[in-house]
């Protein structure tokens, strides 16, 4: 449901502009549940660290280093753990 009145002010507005012009020259790509596969969200070429996910479909909570996720060949190459409650 999308809200009648946006809450978004200028001063944020200006950083959303900003934010989606720095993605001219980068690349996507998709992160995916490394379980079930579901696509969780895409991430751009510049990004880096860690990354906290939970998978809406298998519901299993994973952090992700960035730096290692890529693309190799057909296949991902992840390095995960597993995040235990
Ligand atoms: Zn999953």
Redesign the pocket.
Known sequence: MIPEVSCITDEVQIKLDLSQQETIDLTQRDLR?P??K?LITKVFSDISGHMQIR?P??K?KYILNLAMFRTRHKGLFVTLIKVIE
Request: glycine share 0%; hydrophobic share 10%; aromatic share 12%.
């Open positions: 549940c379980n079930c579901f998978c479909k298998c299993e």
